[in-house]
């Protein structure tokens, strides 16, 4: 199912981060993308589901939720490491990566959510 992903910031998984951005807590807050129902029923996802999000930037396997709000076509992620494994490294004149506007395909997968020291370790590698 593809969608275009929105990043967003969040005062509780910002909370999180500065407690500890390597604790269970922040992954569980961090490592999400918002679904519209009708987006999440098309692509068989349900909640709680793990879910692969591939751009043509990169890929994360993170947690689906689905939203109380109808958005068809968008889902939304809180900006931290596995959402900017999504964000295209080309900038425009501003010399900012796009947060807003990434197109990504969903699927659903038994793949694993990865920790923050997996995203760091795959970054090296």
Request: net charge negative; hydrophobic share 40%.
């Amino acid at each position: 199912m593809r969608v275009t992903i929105v990043t967003f910031r969040d005062i509780f998984q910002s909370e999180a981060q500065e407690i500890d951005r390597f604790s269970e807590e922040y992954r569980k807050m961090s490592a999400v993308v918002f679904l519209d129902k009708s987006d999440a029923v098309k692509a068989g996802v349900k909640e709680g589901a793990n879910v692969l999000v591939e751009s043509d930037n990169g890929r994360v396997v993170v947690v689906a939720r689905i939203s109380e709000n109808a958005h068809p076509g968008l889902a939304f992620m809180p900006n931290s490491p596995w959402s900017n494994r999504l964000v295209p490294a080309k900038t425009d004149d501003t010399r900012i990566p796009s947060y807003k506007s990434i197109s990504a395909e969903i699927s659903a997968t038994e793949d694993k959510v990865p920790t923050v020291e997996d995203l760091l370790r795959e970054m090296v590698s």
